[in-house]
């Protein structure tokens, strides 16, 4: 198949995404196969403004890209370490994964360390559970997972085409973690499309997600 660019904005820098898609794979997979083409992962804020530019438009990518939403989700490689002991949420981007294709907890564990998190979410403010779509911005965990308010404004834009016209966010059950677990979060549309889902569960070693490689610095 032919490789086209998608271009999308994020955060006002203009970006471009390799079509075809990668994938199906697990998120290593995924991984390796952009890599080997010289091409960057998007963590999931990029992922958002991706969807955001062309879940709504015509075509064949657009309706591929709500194809794989309704049957598999994208991956944004953003990972999601859930930490028992200081009771908080912390988003990492790009992270690495082990051999066997789960999300690797000591490297975050450093990273966290180095001050490598992006955002954090205290465990008192975990819920899972449907938002109406215009809530979303405000919601704590679509903020932190896709960048801050502009990120959480597109998904909101996202999820008032779905049927419902909610979004979703899918938490693991954290009490009971009494170690540092680590996941990868996913986006898909839940329920054949009546809802847009954030999951904040991703093992990583699942074979049915989709990326896109990321061409960066556009003028």
Known sequence: MEQTEMEFTH???????RHPFFGPANSKTLLESIKHD????????????????????????AREIREIMTAKYFVGFTA???MPGKKEVYFIDRPV???DAVVDTDNLLLRLKLGKARASVPFDKVETGSVPFDKIPKNPFFRAVSG???????????ASMHTDKKGHIFVPDISYFTSPQARIALLYSYDKGRSLTVSLNGS???????????????D
Do not use: M
């Open 204 to 218: 990583g070693y699942s074979i049915n997600s989709y990326t896109f490689g990321l061409i960066s610095g556009r």
């Open 80 to 82: 999601v370490l859930y």
């Open 97 to 99: 994964f082990h051999w």
């Open 38 to 61: 010289k091409y960057s992962e998007p963590a999931f804020p990029e992922l958002a403004s991706f969807i955001h530019r062309y879940y709504g438009e015509e075509g064949h990518r």
């Open 148 to 158: 801050g308010e502009e990120g959480a404004e597109k998904l909101a834009e996202i």
């Open 11 to 17: 955060q006002g820098e203009k970006l471009a995404a």
